[in-house]
C-alpha cells in the first residue's frame, strides 16, 4: 500500500505562483508512475502532468505547458508539481496520484492509478 499526503494548495491571484508536494509513505515509489490531476466543479477529473519514476518521462498538459513542471526527490520519495503563472482556470482541486510501474500506457487516465492522495485546493482570484 501507498499512501499520498499533499500539500501546498491554496489562494493565490492571476499570475502567481504555487508549489504542490506529495509525499508518499508505504512504500519506495521509485519505480511508479506518478501523475498530478485536478478536477474543477462539474468538470471531469483530468490530468495534469505525469512523470514515469525511471525513465525520467514526463507528460504535460496542453493547458499548463511551459507553466507547470513536475519533479522528483527520490531521497524524500516525493512529488512536486511547481506552477506558475497561474490563471482563474487553474482553479481546482489537485489529486497526486501513482500506480506501479513505468508504462506509458495511460498514464494520462486517472482511472489506471490505483493510490490518491485526499487533494488540496488550488484557487486562483483574477
Known amino acids: 500500500q501507498v499512501q499520498l499526503v499533499e500539500s501546498g494548495g491554496g489562494l493565490v491571484q492571476a499570475g502567481g505562483s504555487l508549489r504542490l508536494s506529495c509525499a508518499a509513505s508505504?512504500?519506495?515509489?521509485?519505480?511508479?508512475?506518478m501523475g498530478w490531476f485536478r478536477q474543477a466543479p462539474g468538470k471531469e477529473r483530468e490530468p495534469v502532468a505525469t512523470i514515469i519514476w525511471t525513465a525520467g518521462r514526463t507528460y504535460y498538459a496542453d493547458s499548463v505547458k511551459g507553466r507547470f513542471t513536475i519533479s522528483r526527490d527520490n531521497a524524500k520519495n516525493t512529488v512536486y508539481l511547481q506552477m506558475n503563472s497561474l490563471k482563474p482556470e487553474d482553479t481546482a482541486v489537485y489529486y497526486c496520484?501513482?500506480?506501479?510501474?513505468?508504462?506509458?500506457?495511460?498514464?494520462?487516465?486517472?482511472?489506471?492509478?490505483?493510490?490518491w492522495g485526499q487533494g488540496t485546493q488550488v484557487t486562483v482570484s483574477s
Open positions: 508505504g512504500r519506495t515509489i521509485s519505480t511508479y508512475t
Open positions: 496520484a501513482a500506480r506501479e510501474g513505468s508504462s506509458a500506457y495511460r498514464s494520462t487516465d486517472y482511472r489506471a492509478y490505483n493510490y
